[in-house]
């Protein structure tokens, strides 16, 4: 290994180290008003949408830009938030949004999307990895827990490589292409995630 290429490997180590929202592979960060554009294409891929809830309207770009500049003001509420997904080049690549966060019960969810050209790269699971350690070791949170319709075979093949644990399916909750479908519910406690990354 040359001297400039160890120095530069040093330098993205620290850098990793450093900022908590940066990985191997992507950085997590907060929406910008300017994300309204790329946030607007996403909404054109019905296949992605139909994954993560169910094929929308088509939206207007003002609506669009109303949103993302509403969300790029808001910080952390109730423990819930929305980041980008960049991979080392800064491009965006998808987005990560926690939901249903209860700080009493110590319990929450999320929701991951990456684009159809970036995917099995890797970054759904790094952004997902960070999401966890957040809330597990800053947040004080203490189980997760992710519904996947059971069309979603990506995503289901994803949580559970990751050590998720399906614990349950609901019959018949999700309707689309002309049929209703399976919801599974995946969970993972702190110690599981523990024990999966001692794994690594």
Sequence with gaps: MTRQLFITDLVDEMEI???????????????????????????MDSDMARRL?????????????KEIEELSQKKLEHDS????????????VGSIKTHNCD??????????????EHQRKGYAAEAIQMILKYYFEELRYQKVSVAVHSYNEESIALHEKLGFVREGTLRRM???????????????????WERSAEDE
């Design 174 to 192: 999700a309707y689309t292409r002309g049929e209703y479908f399976d919801v599974h519910w995946y969970g993972m406690t702190k110690e599981e």
């Design 81 to 92: 938030f929305t980041w980008v997904i960049e991979d080392t080049s800064g491009a965006a």
């Design 103 to 116: 700080a009493r019960n110590g319990t929450f969810s999320y929701g991951v999307s990456v684009v159809r």
């Design 17 to 43: 180290r450093l900022n908590f929202w940066q990985g191997k592979k992507v950085r997590l960060r907060g929406i910008e008003p300017s994300d309204a554009d790329v946030f607007f294409a996403w909404n």
């Design 53 to 65: 809830d169910f094929v929308w309207p088509p939206v207007s770009q003002a609506q669009v830009k």
